[in-house]
C-alpha cells in the first residue's frame, strides 16, 4: 500500500500538466466542498421551513426560471475557453482580447433578451408545473438572476483561461456563506417562502458580479488598458467561431435541461410532493460531481492547449489519470451513500427515507456521467461542437418521450432510470467519438513526418 502511494505521489510530481490541474481543481474544490456542507445544511433548514410542499413548489420556481435562461441566453464560458485560449497560447494578445470583447457583448444583450421571454412565459410555469396561478410574484422575484448573471459565462471563462482559480473560488465560498446564513436567519424568523427565494437570489448576485469585476481585472492585467478597444474584423473565422457558439449553447442547454429539468416534468406528470423528495433524491447526489465537476473546469483548458500544440500522448496521459482518480471518488461515495443513504435522507425527514431507491437509480448514471466527465469537453476542443449537440440531442427526445409513457404509471424511479440511461449511452458515444478524434489525428501526424523523412 505503501509503495502504490508513493508511486502516485512521484506520477502526480513528474506530470506538471496533472499537477497544474490538480493544484487549480484543489481551489475550487475546497471552496465548493464548504459550499456543499452549507447547502445541505439550507437544504435541511428550507425543507423543515416550509414542509414537502412549499420547499416542491421552491423547486419548481428556481428551476423555471434556471431552465429559461438555459435555453435562450447565450452561455460563452467554452467559446473563451477555445478560443481566447488558442489565441493566449499563439501569444496574440489582440485576438485574445476581441473574443473576450465579443464574448461579453454577446452574453449580456442574450440575457436581457431572455429576461424579457421569462417574464412572458411566467403564466406556463404557474399553471402547468406550480399548478397554482397565484404564485406567478414569486417567479418574478426569482427571475432577476438572469439579470444578476449578466455575463457571468463569459466571466468564468475569462477567469479560467487566465489562471484566476483562487480568485473565482473566493467568489463562490462567499456567495455560499451568505445565502445559508440568510436561511438560517429564515429559519429562526420563521421566515416565509418568500424570505427564502431572496437568500437564493442575493448569493446569485454575488456569484454574478463578483466573476464579473474579477474578470475585467484580469484582461487588464492580462491583455492591458486598452483590451476592450480590439476590433471584431481581426477574428481568424467568423463563420467558425459562430458555428462553435451556436452548438456548445444547444448542445449544453440540451444536456443542462435534460437533467435540469426533471423537477418541471415531475411535477407536471405527478404532484409537488414527488417533485420534493425527487429535489432531495438529487442533492444527495451532488457531493458526487461536485470534486469531478472542478474538473471539468481545470482540465478543459489543459485539452484545449495539447490539441493546438498536437501533444498526443500528453493528452491521453491526462485523461487516464484523471479518469482514473474521478473512477475512484466515484466508487467511494456509491459504496458510501449504499449504506448510509437512508440514515442521510433521514436528516431532511423520516418521510424523505423513501427516495432512497430514486436516489441510488440516479447514482448509477452520474455516476458515468461522472468518471467520464470530460466526454464532452473533449470534443468542444477538437472543434467538434456539432457532435455533443446531435448526441445529446437525440438522446433527450428518446428520454422525454419515454418519460410521459413511464413516470405516470411507474413514478419518480421510473424517471430515474430513463435519465440514467441516458447518461450511459450519450457519454458512452462521445468518449468513442472523442478517442477516435485522436487516434485519427495521431495517424495524420505520423504520416506527415514520414513523409518529411
Given at each position: ?99 473576450a470583447k465579443a464574448a461579453l457583448l454577446t452574453e449580456s444583450i442574450t440575457s436581457v433578451l431572455t429576461y424579457g421571454v421569462f417574464l ?127 452548438s456548445t449553447n444547444l448542445s449544453g442547454t440540451i444536456k443542462m435541461l435534460v437533467s435540469g429539468s426533471e423537477p418541471l416534468l415531475i ?112 470534443l468542444l476542443s477538437f472543434g467538434k461542437a456539432n457532435i455533443p449537440l446531435y448526441v445529446l440531442f437525440a438522446g433527450a427526445v428518446i ?55
Amino acid at each position: 500500500m505503501k509503495a502504490w502511494f508513493q508511486k502516485l505521489l512521484n506520477i502526480v510530481k513528474e506530470d506538471v500538466l496533472l499537477k497544474r490541474v490538480l493544484r487549480n481543481t484543489s481551489y475550487l474544490f475546497s471552496s465548493q466542498a464548504i459550499g456543499m456542507v452549507l447547502a445541505m445544511g439550507q437544504s435541511v433548514l428550507a425543507t423543515h421551513l416550509l414542509g414537502a410542499s412549499l420547499f416542491g413548489l421552491l423547486a419548481v420556481v428556481m428551476t423555471f426560471a434556471t431552465n429559461v435562461n438555459r435555453l435562450f441566453s447565450f452561455r460563452m464560458g467554452e467559446f473563451v475557453i477555445q478560443f481566447m485560449g488558442k489565441e493566449l497560447v499563439k501569444k496574440d494578445t489582440l485576438k485574445a482580447a476581441a473574443v473576450a470583447k465579443a464574448a461579453l457583448l454577446t452574453e449580456s444583450i442574450t440575457s436581457v433578451l431572455t429576461y424579457g421571454v421569462f417574464l412572458l412565459v411566467i403564466p406556463i410555469g404557474t399553471n402547468l408545473f406550480a399548478k397554482n396561478p397565484t404564485t406567478s410574484s414569486l417567479f418574478q422575484v426569482y427571475g432577476l438572476f438572469i439579470l444578476a448573471n449578466l455575463c457571468n459565462e463569459s466571466a468564468t471563462g475569462i477567469l479560467q483561461i487566465t489562471n484566476r482559480y483562487k480568485i473565482q473560488a473566493a467568489i463562490n465560498l462567499t456567495q455560499s456563506i451568505v445565502t445559508a446564513g440568510l436561511i438560517g436567519v429564515a429559519f429562526l424568523m420563521h421566515g416565509s417562502i418568500l424570505f427564502v427565494l431572496w437568500a437564493y437570489l442575493i448569493g446569485k448576485f454575488i456569484i454574478g458580479l463578483g466573476s464579473v469585476i474579477a474578470a475585467l481585472i484580469a484582461l487588464h492585467q492580462k491583455l492591458g488598458r486598452d483590451w476592450w478597444k480590439a476590433p471584431f474584423s481581426i477574428f481568424p473565422s467568423i463563420k467558425e467561431m459562430a458555428a462553435f457558439t451556436v452548438s456548445t449553447n444547444l448542445s449544453g442547454t440540451i444536456k443542462m435541461l435534460v437533467s435540469g429539468s426533471e423537477p418541471l416534468l415531475i411535477g407536471f406528470l405527478l404532484d409537488t410532493q414527488a417533485v420534493a423528495l425527487y429535489k432531495i433524491a438529487t442533492s444527495i447526489t451532488e457531493p458526487l460531481m461536485i470534486p469531478i465537476s472542478q474538473f471539468i473546469n481545470t482540465t478543459f483548458p489543459e485539452m484545449t492547449r495539447s490539441i493546438v500544440q498536437r501533444k498526443w500522448q500528453e493528452l491521453r496521459t491526462l485523461l487516464r489519470r484523471v479518469t482514473i482518480i474521478s473512477g475512484v471518488w466515484t466508487l467511494l461515495f456509491t459504496l458510501g451513500m449504499l449504506v448510509l443513504g437512508p440514515w442521510i435522507l433521514s436528516i431532511w425527514g423520516q418521510k424523505y427515507v423513501a427516495a432512497y431507491p430514486t436516489m441510488m437509480i440516479l447514482l448509477v448514471g452520474y455516476g458515468i456521467s461522472n468518471i467520464f466527465y470530460w466526454n464532452r469537453t473533449l470534443l468542444l476542443s477538437f472543434g467538434k461542437a456539432n457532435i455533443p449537440l446531435y448526441v445529446l440531442f437525440a438522446g433527450a427526445v428518446i428520454k422525454t418521450a419515454l418519460a410521459f409513457v413511464v413516470v405516470p404509471p411507474f413514478g419518480m424511479a421510473a424517471e430515474a432510470w430513463l435519465l440514467s440511461g441516458n447518461f450511459a449511452i450519450t457519454v458512452g458515444l462521445m468518449v468513442a467519438i472523442g478517442y477516435s478524434l485522436i487516434r485519427k489525428n495521431e495517424r495524420l501526424d505520423q504520416q506527415k513526418a514520414e513523409a518529411a523523412a
